[in-house]
């Protein structure tokens, strides 16, 4: 059964950092790429940044690109997304989730398994 768990949100003020980790089971982790998406109250769930398998590409929503970092240890088939210099608008649900393939396309029907959601919250 393939399981998604996602930890790591949390309150923090704007222009601090936290960091998501988001550990995967079930399934080949080196063969699938894994997302962040986020979803705030009232809008559409968007993808933040994904992961590609085996050579660790790399992809950011234009709203993450030189702030935010996401990073996998394989070994732990765990995935982290490190986010740093928040804003409020940042404020979310944060859900990883399993591609359905080796791509990365911001689209969250390119995503077949998503974890629960890690909320976070920047005050301002």
């Known amino acids: 059964e393939v399981q998604l768990q996602a930890s790591g949100g949390g309150l923090v003020q704007a222009g601090g950092s936290l960091r998501l980790s988001c550990a995967a089971s079930g399934f080949t982790f080196d063969d699938y790429v894994v997302g962040w998406f986020r979803q705030a109250p009232g809008k559409e769930r968007e993808g933040v940044s994904c992961i590609g398998p085996n050579d660790g590409r790399t992809y950011y929503a234009d709203s993450a690109k030189g702030r935010f970092r996401i990073s996998s240890d394989n070994a732990k088939n765990t995935v982290y997304l490190q986010m740093n210099s928040l804003k409020s608008e940042d404020t979310a649900v944060y859900y990883c989730?399993?591609?359905?393939?080796?791509?990365?396309?911001?689209?969250?029907?390119?995503?077949?398994?998503w974890g629960q959601g890690t909320q976070v919250t920047v005050s301002s």
């Open positions: 989730a399993k591609g359905r393939g080796s791509w990365c396309i911001f689209n969250s029907s390119e995503f077949n398994h």
